[in-house]
């Protein structure tokens, strides 16, 4: 277990971000909650199909009694009156061991190791599919994490740019230069940029104890120090779709699932054939008078039921049907994942297309802001074109901030839906 966890950190792709992700994703690993309950189900499933393989072994029994009885049957001995030899000793003991070795169940020894090997191997891919859902949940807090960061950031860009005019325009209006209504217009910008901050201070803040629960520990010291960047990825959705359907642990999952239903049916069906047993047993006890008697005995036993019922019956048609509904969650396993990929194709495509129109918008709104506030200072521009220059560029900002978060979002939400980091070389 511990290997498939060192394999699954050094298996995560190392961009900019690396040392800083693998370090909450590792932690994740080891701290999350929902990764310690899926462990302690594998390996309740590996006690399981241990127990149903140690059938197979005899069951061996040591028994010892102490009797003491008030009265005994007695024998009496013809001629010789008022004699007579009894039956048991009235304080015996009894002592002997019991073997019982199963020759033939039925097949119900074999199909029900088989049918817990198949849950065994289920829960595996349950377990890995834990943790790439985890490692989904810690990406996507991350990026949010910056996200909110980056927009802080923009905030107080906002609100320095918000001070700044409010400083330049209150030196004009004291000069008499412009009107008061613009002296106004300022202050409200300015409490705007205030209010801005404050909002963006909180929602980074509960979007950083988003990311410490998922990562398992609430008490976690983080700031991030990364900023928001991305990688651009050559991708095809065929192939994706293709890697999903051999590599996502989900619908590994649900076959074992059907495999196993597959072990249920034979399993209730051996219910109606004989069972034979060997048994070996050897006793010892001073019940009878003169002497210690033991004895040691050997068994062939033979069971082979009649009619119970109609319980055998019902079982097999029960799980004749897990088996049909196994089928069916299969199916529909199959289609789902096909719609997350596709969700997450169709999200990272268009986040990166609004990248692209964020960065222009950004350098736009740069440089309306600087013709703005030249404008202004020379008295042929008004102090509205500066505000608005200022919130065009801050909600810019705010747009380019979201459109990255959300393409590292969809990356990592593709991933976990094929089931592998991605590369780039997935459409080769």
Not at 119 to 130: G, H, V
Request: no cysteine; charged share 30%.
């Amino acid at each position: 277990m511990r290997k498939l966890i060192v394999l699954l950190i050094l298996l995560l792709p190392v961009n900019s971000l690396g040392s800083e992700l693998s370090y909450l994703l590792e932690k994740a690993l080891k701290d999350n909650k929902e990764i310690k309950k899926a462990r302690s189900e594998y390996r309740i499933s590996d006690l399981l199909y241990k127990e149903a393989v140690s059938d197979y072994f005899p069951k061996v029994n040591l028994f010892y009694s102490r009797t003491k009885l008030s009265e005994v049957p007695e024998f009496p001995i013809p001629g010789v009156p008022n004699l007579s030899i009894p039956f048991f000793n009235d304080s015996y003991y009894q002592f002997g061991v019991n073997l019982k070795q199963p020759l033939f169940m039925g097949g119900r020894i074999l199909y029900n190791v088989r049918l817990k090997n198949e849950q065994k191997k289920a829960s595996y891919y349950l377990f890995k599919e834990t943790i790439n859902k985890v490692i989904y949940e810690v990406k996507s807090d991350y990026f949010n994490v910056l996200k909110a960061k980056a927009n802080v950031e923009a905030a107080k860009v906002y609100l320095r740019s918000a001070k700044k005019h409010f400083s330049d325009v209150k030196a004009f209006f004291d000069e008499g230069i412009v009107p008061r209504r613009d002296l106004l217009e300022a202050e409200v910008k300015l409490r705007d940029a205030e209010e801005k901050l404050t909002l963006a201070e909180a929602i980074y803040k509960v979007a950083l104890e988003k990311l410490k629960t998922d990562v398992g520990d609430t008490n976690l010291e983080f700031e991030p120090s990364n900023n928001l960047t991305y990688r651009k990825i050559n991708l095809n959705l065929n192939e994706l779709l293709k890697i999903a359907y051999s590599e996502r642990p989900l619908i590994k999952y649900v076959k074992l699932l059907k495999r196993s239903s597959n072990e249920g049916v034979r399993l209730a069906v051996s219910q109606f054939l004989p069972q034979t047993l060997l048994n070996l047993s050897y006793q010892k006890t001073d019940q009878y008078p003169g002497d210690v008697y033991s004895s040691f005995s050997v068994s062939f036993q033979l069971n082979f039921p009649i009619f119970q019922g109609g319980s055998r019956f019902f079982e097999v048609e029960r799980a004749r049907e897990e088996r049909r509904k196994s089928e069916d969650i299969l199916k529909q396993t199959r289609d789902n994942v096909r719609l997350q990929v596709v969700s997450a194709y169709t999200e990272l495509q268009s986040a990166l297309s609004r990248i692209k129109t964020a960065e222009s918008m950004v350098k736009e709104a740069k440089e309306l802001l600087r013709d703005s506030r030249e404008r202004y200072r020379e008295h042929v521009g008004t102090a509205t074109e500066v505000t608005d220059a200022i919130a065009y560029l801050y909600n810019a900002k705010k747009a380019l901030n979201s459109a990255l978060a959300d393409y590292n979002t969809a990356l990592s939400k593709l991933e976990y839906a094929v089931g592998k980091p991605l590369t780039g070389d997935e459409n080769e």
